[in-house]
């Protein structure tokens, strides 16, 4: 238990489908990030938020949009994925400035 | 952007051995963190090492970190099975990047 719970942990869409990840934090923490980790590639870092204002874009396609209504809560809403958008995604928060992050198990998304 | 690149990319080792990977990265530093990645799992963060600290223990594990060649490096004594998994160096404050991972196998 890392105090960060995704859902769903598994999804499937079309590249027509429209569906939105969720996570949340039982840590106090104010920063909240989302990763994608596809095989053989470095975690990419998507999106950060701060006090839930958006402080990172990692020069995401727009088919992905966060959303952060609160410190405890982070959803990535999805939209005309492409089969290339299959990965895991992972979020995360921290304390912000550095300080260690703690993950969720991620969503495996696959695209069909 | 900064960002660590482990060594070796994958490890295999017997129970009882011990584990060496290593970090580079390429700009100054805060701090340097590892983490460890179990399959289908988030990751864990390990130990944090800050730019003014050499050396770092944590039970079985000592970092260590070269400021002036950028490099740092992962020692797990006398692994473990349950040591196999991927491990991670990362830098950066909000905009944290991580290395692709070097691939721990510890056969028992």
């Known amino acids: 238990e890392t105090g960060v719970t995704q859902t769903p942990r598994h999804l499937v869409m079309g590249m027509t489908n429209k569906k939105s990840l969720k996570c949340e934090q039982h840590l106090g923490h104010n920063a909240m990030y989302w990763y994608k980790q596809s095989a053989k590639k470095p975690l990419e870092l998507m999106f950060v938020y701060n006090f839930k204002e958006q402080t990172e874009n990692n020069s995401v396609p727009s088919r992905f949009s966060p959303e952060c209504p609160n410190s405890s809560h982070l959803f990535l809403h999805l939209h005309t994925l492409q089969p290339e958008d299959s990965a895991l995604y992972l979020c995360?928060?921290?304390?912000?400035?550095?300080?260690?992050?703690?993950f969720g198990d991620g969503t495996r998304l696959s695209i069909l | 952007s900064q960002q660590g690149e482990e060594d070796p990319q994958a490890l295999s080792i017997q129970e009882g051995e011990n584990a060496t990977m290593n970090c580079s990265y390429k700009t100054s530093i805060n701090n340097l963190q590892w983490y460890r990645q179990n399959s289908g799992r988030g990751l864990v963060h390990l130990i944090l090492i800050r730019s003014n600290e050499r050396e770092k223990h944590s039970g079985r594990l000592r970092v260590t970190l070269d400021t002036s060649k950028k490099s740092s490096s992962l020692l797990i004594t006398a692994s473990r099975a349950a040591d196999t998994a991927s491990y991670f160096c990362?830098?950066?404050?909000?905009?944290?990047?991580f290395g692709a991972g070097t691939r721990l196998t510890v056969k028992p």
């Open positions: 990362a830098t950066g404050l909000n905009d944290m990047r």
């Open positions: 995360a928060s921290s304390q912000g400035g550095g300080e260690p992050q703690h």
